[in-house]
């Protein structure tokens, strides 16, 4: 394989890590593959973990920056804060301390839009829901859409415990942030 011209670290939690199936069955090998196809010349650094928050992920970011010297964070952490019920004060500090990081590397960040089930109250869902796009506004940053947008109401793609995407689901999340991906790319 050739050098990639444009490296994308992806920093995220079960959502990105392949949660309950095999790694390659999951959708970012199959979109790193989408692009290998389209003989692009993008390389996806998967460094997501099941469980991780943000506070995990701005303890590992530094490691992860000088290992891989991305050209692009791409940011999917906050769905174990939200489900734990940290406050969102903490989550945006977190956010904004990878993204000052990363932007001190030269390095461009995406934010993903994160969303949890609406069992925590309509107050505490708005804050959270808000402060990704606060985040992406405040450090002029490119907010992508949910990783679950299409498929988190539809019970035919999500298993049983109503969080996680089925097998079935990571060919669609591919093909979608196949294309959001593209659209942003330098």
């Not at 791409?74 to 019920?85: F, M, Q, T």
């Amino acid at each position: 394989m050739a050098i990639a011209e444009t490296r994308i670290l992806l920093l995220g939690d079960s959502l990105s890590a392949s949660y309950g199936m095999t790694y390659e069955a999951g959708w970012v090998p199959q979109l790193q593959q989408k692009f290998d196809t389209a003989a692009t010349s993008v390389e996806i650094i998967n460094a997501s973990i099941s469980g991780e928050t943000t506070g995990g992920g701005l303890s590992r970011l530094p490691r992860l920056l000088d290992e891989h010297s991305p050209d692009i964070l791409w940011i999917e952490l906050g769905g174990n804060d939200g489900l734990r019920g940290y406050p969102p004060p903490r989550i945006r500090q977190n956010l904004e301390q990878m993204t000052d990081l990363a932007s001190e590397r030269n390095i461009t960040v995406w934010l993903t839009q994160i969303e949890i089930p609406p069992n925590y109250g309509p107050r505490y869902n708005e804050r959270f829901s808000a402060l990704f796009r606060e985040v992406a506004e405040s450090r002029s940053l490119e907010l992508l859409p949910f990783i679950l947008v299409d498929v988190a109401l539809k019970p035919e793609l999500m298993m049983n415990d109503g969080i996680h995407p089925t097998i079935e689901a990571q060919p669609l999340i591919a093909e979608r942030f196949f294309d959001e991906v593209r659209k942003r790319m330098p």
